[in-house]
């Protein structure tokens, strides 16, 4: 028995991993749910101004993502990799810097403040998420758990998706204030307590893959000037490497096509709401927060799924589920109900008040509700075939590099978030939405700006969607495939040099992309 085989997870380790996320989306959902809200109506930045803040310090971590993956993966065989951990030395470094999270929520400073704390945030961030990835892939092989894992992470995100969307309405209950910039800086503030709390869980309850025997005999090279010079060489060639993998690049289509349309959907709808709807913060945070809870019955639904049947019919149907919710939010925008903003008023901001005439109460959550359920699974899908594919990789190289695919796919999620979000509040502002004077209401808005506002919140995501659904049907890896897989490099491993059936041989050279005679780093 492989020595990566000899300790199996428990429910413990499952939730232990997976409170990860808690950080990993939590802040994400922050972000992107709220900070663009938080700076064009409390601090008035612009909405190009805004795309900036959010845009540019994902650009910078083209070096930083790859670069921590590929320093975590090759400290394996250093004094710090055996003491304390490749990925873990990574999480301890976190633990006192995520409070600086509420530092971005302060209001009244400039352009370069905002700019330069979340540079400062989205570099720790990104010092816990890639390490922290790949815990779930060196921890089991296996199928079933590696789902269950991703599952219990996906839990954990929707949960905290949910704390991040509710927290402003139990703030201005209990403390009042509604519409109030402290608002946000009370929920950064407790978020950046929590983060450094699920960080030391996911240290105390999960384990890096564990040395073989033969590893334990490799003594660690010196480091010299001459290595030093080429991390960067060697980091952008396992960088692009990883796009050889066949499965991969339609892994990253399938995780670009659901993410970036919730990366303008997240944009674009709390305006939507605030000046289509005609709502406050308190009607955004409980419409966001049904949306989460949505996406958590779904990602649930999605676990028993992609365990069954594989990952690509959930992600159809995720799909169907979004573009409806879209097409009626435009229809909401087209033919407005008669009465509907009258009504909203009477609720006193509590959208939960079933005393609502039905029609309102279609318009506040049928909509929302679809999108959640799709969004929940859209979120899933990803992160869930993710686990599996450094077994893809393993075939063809012959080596286990979890932590430079987690660099490359936080690299593409974040340079591709920052694209989305740069080019949503570009095309906003561009069509003539503005932003509110420091300390006053969102302004007044023309019917042009928000006819814009709507185009791209609707049409963005659908144009993404579709592009991930056409390259769905050429996706194989599902559990059957999966088991094969593992199988043949078990087979590699041992020396073999034959697939051991035809079929066999055709799924491998399906998922790699690699025909067999190259594998095993033969190619």
């Known amino acids: 028995m492989a020595a990566s085989d000899a300790r199996k997870p428990t429910w413990v380790n499952y939730w232990g991993w997976g409170s990860g996320d808690m950080l990993g989306a939590g802040a994400q959902a922050v972000i992107t749910g709220w900070l663009a809200y938080f700076f064009i109506t409390f601090c008035g930045l612009s909405p190009v101004e805004t795309g900036l803040i959010l845009g540019l310090p994902r650009l910078l971590e083209a070096i930083t993502c790859p670069l921590i993956g590929y320093i975590s993966d090759n400290l394996r065989h250093t004094w710090v990799g055996r003491k304390i951990g490749r990925r873990k030395i990574f999480l301890l470094i976190t633990i006192p810097l995520l409070p600086a999270f509420a530092l971005i929520f302060v209001t009244g400073q400039t352009f370069t403040y905002y700019l330069v704390t979340f540079i400062f945030f989205e570099l720790v961030y990104t010092m816990f998420l890639i390490p922290w990835e790949t815990l779930a892939a060196e921890m089991t092989k296996d199928y079933k758990e590696k789902a269950k894992f991703a599952g219990a992470r996906m839990l954990v995100a929707q949960s905290s998706a949910i ?238 590099r979890e932590g430079i695919f987690a660099g490359v796919m936080t690299l593409t999620r974040k340079v591709a978030q920052s694209g989305a979000i740069l080019l949503t509040t570009s095309l906003i502002g561009m069509g003539g939405f503005v932003s509110a004077p420091k300390g006053q209401p969102l302004a007044q808005q023309t019917p042009e700006a928000i006819q814009a506002l709507v185009l791209v919140m609707v049409g963005g995501p659908l144009l993404v969607m579709i592009a991930g659904m056409v390259i769905s049907w050429r996706f194989r890896l599902n559990a059957r495939t999966h088991e094969v897989l593992v199988h043949e490099v078990e087979r590699l491993r041992a020396g073999a040099t034959e697939a051991e059936t035809p079929e066999s041989k055709q799924i491998v050279e399906d998922l790699t992309g690699w025909k067999w005679e190259r594998l095993w780093g033969r190619g």
């Open 163 to 400: 704390l991040a969307s509710y927290l402003p309405t139990l703030i201005i209950n209990n403390f009042g204030g509604k519409d109030s910039p402290n608002t946000f800086l009370i929920m950064a503030t407790i978020f950046g307590v929590l983060f450094s709390l699920v960080v030391i869980l996911v240290i105390l309850l999960s384990w890096e893959r564990p040395y073989t025997e033969d590893e334990k005999l490799i003594q660690p090279e010196p480091m010299d000037w001459g290595k030093a010079a080429m991390i960067p060489v060697n980091m952008f060639r396992d960088l692009f490497s990883t796009l050889k993998i066949k499965a991969f690049r339609q892994h990253l289509s399938l995780y670009l096509g659901g993410y970036i349309s919730q990366d303008i959907f997240n944009t674009a709808f709390p305006l939507f709401v605030a000046t289509v709807m005609v709502g406050s913060t308190l009607i955004i945070s409980q419409l966001m927060t049904t949306m989460y809870v949505a996406q958590l019955i779904s990602v649930m639904i999605a676990i028993r799924v992609i365990i069954r049947t594989g990952p690509v019919v959930a992600y159809r149907m995720a799909i169907t589920s979004v573009g409806l919710a879209l097409l009626l939010f435009m229809a909401f925008y087209l033919i407005p109900p008669a009465g509907f903003t009258e009504s909203v008023a009477n609720l006193n901001g509590n959208i939960y008040n079933l005393a609502a005439s039905p029609t309102v109460l279609f318009w506040l959550f049928v909509p929302i509700i679809l999108a959640g359920l799709g969004r929940g699974t859209l979120n899933f899908v990803p992160w869930g075939v993710y686990n599996y594919l450094p077994d893809v990789d393993e075939a063809v190289t012959g080596q286990r």
